[in-house]
């Protein structure tokens, strides 16, 4: 199916001025998967990584117009998505911002990262999470799912071996 840019920017936009309700659903998700994460160790991450990269590509790619980065970093962009800069600035925006707030490369569309900032405003977060530096974009975990490594991470993080 290919979705037009015009409708996948309005459905940007959408998206960041529900960023609050959807970062809880978002939360509420992250609470099932860590609940349900001994079944999914026991089913193997490797085998359940392609099935949940597709469902978070259909689920993702309608409401942020995610590009699939396996390394989600909405929660802190205010539910914009950094990969659809055309530069792919993970920390930005780039200074070239054009003074309608659209991007210097494709003047058509909203600077993700003024929609970034737009989004986080609307988070209740006592701070603002778009000023945390993120890390360059690790090529080997594109097309793979976040979710599943977000969940690794917790775990990791927590003491407990996978
Ligand atoms: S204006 Fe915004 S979207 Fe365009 S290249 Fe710069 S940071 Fe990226």
Request: proline residues 6%; hydrophobic residues 40%.
């Amino acid at each position: 199916m290919v979705v037009g840019s015009a409708f996948m920017y309005k459905m940007r936009k959408w998206s960041v001025r529900h960023a609050r309700s959807l970062k809880r659903v978002y939360t509420a998700l992250e609470s099932v998967l860590m609940f349900c994460e001994p079944l999914l160790r026991r089913l193997g991450y490797a085998r359940l990584d392609k099935p949940f990269a597709r469902i978070e590509s259909l689920t993702k790619g309608l409401l942020l117009d995610s590009q699939n980065c396996g390394q989600c970093i909405v929660g802190f962009t205010g539910l914009s998505c950094p990969m659809n800069c055309p530069k792919k600035l993970r920390n930005g925006p780039c200074g070239g911002v054009r003074a309608d707030g659209n991007c210097e490369v494709e003047p058509d569309m909203p600077c993700v990262w003024v929609l970034a900032w737009e989004g986080a405003t609307r988070l209740d977060d006592e701070h603002i999470p778009l000023q945390t530096v993120q890390p360059p974009v690790d090529h080997q975990l594109i097309g793979r799912s976040a979710w599943l490594r977000e969940v690794r991470i917790k775990v990791e993080s927590s003491g407990h071996a996978i």
